[in-house]
């Protein structure tokens, strides 16, 4: 019988073509890492009406709540990336563990808005070391197709938490409270336990370079062409996501549907169920479409998504819309994981994702931020509609930038670029 370390590739020697030392972590780890990480707005986004009802608080300030845990990510997560390039993996990662565990306790038990907002502002310091360490660790033990398809595997992972843990917290507000609905957020602290016992302490290749050389190298990969272009889509595409879908459609559904809870996190849980679908199958994808092609595609679902739901008279329409949206984000995301981390060597890496993640936070906190008031003045049936504008910005970079030109033309076709 295999052992079942051995099944989740834990405690294997890594060949000698790879770029980190020590064993490959276990897929488990980083699918933990991955869910933890997403846990900081899906549980709140569908009880966000009930928070902001029980701290008599305008429907404006449903995107400061969800803006709250993005912020800091925007500065937090390069510092993030040079410390995990410089230190080692484990010494950055256990620690941002440790801090979004103890947060999720105190948003729980928050008695002011003011008191959550503060705790979410240092939730999302420890969130900005997670999702993009996961991909670094992907990036580190795995290269070309094998790299697509485990960045597939854990954006699959990814997709399916955002359909089950708004669920989840949508079960447990009807149960007991919004503060029920938050604290699985503390389970961090279970995933730390498990990366501090898992993880190879060991250090980086590039751990006699200073700390200015290796600013530099990784400023020469950001400063490409197509590291510009994934940045700058990342960015328009968070701004999507928090900010018209957790953001404008919760209240969308309440509003216009009379949904609650329950029945919200349903249905913010329906896009997972084609992003999965086309996860799953990145790999396939890209050999057929190539990857400029299929960020194409991703990027039109968004904006057809987007009109749909916005001008939808009936639920079942929205649930298309839903299926649609899913789709172009699981075309986009887990694609322009992997090609940053393709671009960027082992060295480099984790501050070249952290560079990308530090966008996608400014996405995330500059969508809420942007859209909460709009939908405050003019509805968010019109919220929705005018945000398929944004797709249109992805659709423009995806078209007429570099994301895509060399992975394509490749031998392979879309089997993406190798780090070396």
């Known amino acids: 019988m295999v052992p079942a370390r051995a099944v989740l590739g834990y405690g294997r020697r890594m060949p000698a073509s790879t770029n980190w030392p020590g064993r490959r972590p276990a897929p488990l780890l980083i699918w933990s890492i991955t869910l933890t990480g997403i846990t900081a707005n899906t549980l709140v986004s569908p009880v966000l009406p009930d928070v902001i009802a029980h701290f008599d608080r305008p429907d404006s300030a449903a ?74 660790l992907i990036g580190d033990h795995y290269e070309g197709a094998d790299r697509i398809r485990e960045v597939g595997r854990n954006a699959a992972v990814l997709t399916s938490g955002l359909a089950l843990l708004p669920m989840l917290s949508g079960v447990l507000g009807a149960l007991g409270s919004w503060r029920l609905s938050l604290a699985p957020s503390s389970l ?77 996190g349903l249905l913010l849980g329906v896009p997972s169920l084609s992003s999965t679908l086309i996860a799953l199958n990145l790999t396939r994808l890209r050999q057929f479409l190539g990857l400029r092609s299929l960020l194409v595609a991703g990027a039109a679902a968004f904006g057809v998504a987007l009109l749909g739901m916005g001008l939808a008279p009936a639920l079942w329409m929205v649930v298309i819309g839903l299926l649609l949206y899913g789709a172009g984000e699981g075309a986009t995301v887990p694609s322009l994981q992997e090609t940053t981390a393709a671009r960027a060597g082992a060295a480099q890496r984790g501050v070249v994702l952290a560079t990308w993640v530090a966008a996608v936070r400014l996405g995330q906190a500059t969508g809420p931020l942007l859209f909460a008031p709009m939908f405050a003045g003019i509805g968010t049936s019109a919220t929705l509609v005018a945000g398929s504008t944004v797709a249109l910005a992805v659709l423009g970079i995806h078209l007429f930038s570099q994301i895509g030109l060399e992975e394509d033309a490749a031998p392979g076709g879309g089997q993406g670029h190798c780090a070396g």
């Open 188 to 264: 961090g602290l279970l995933t730390a336990v498990a990366a501090a016992r898992s993880l190879d302490d060991v250090r980086p290749p590039n751990e006699q370079d200073s700390l200015r050389g290796q600013i530099a190298a990784a400023r020469k990969v950001l400063r490409s062409p197509p590291i510009r272009a994934t940045i700058a889509s990342g960015f328009l595409i968070f701004v999507m996501i928090f900010g018209l879908f957790l953001t404008t459609l919760p209240v969308h559904l309440d509003d216009v549907f009379g949904l609650s809870a329950a029945p919200r």
């Open 63 to 136: 995107g400061l709540l969800v803006a709250s845990a993005s912020l800091p990510g925007v500065l937090a997560a390069p510092v993030i990336g040079v410390l995990a390039d410089r230190h080692g993996r484990k010494r950055v990662l256990v620690p941002c563990l440790v801090l979004f565990g103890i947060t999720g306790v105190v948003t729980a038990l928050a008695p002011t808005f003011w008191l959550l907002i503060a705790a979410r502002l240092l939730m999302g310091i420890g969130t900005a070391g997670l999702i993009n360490l996961a991909v670094v």
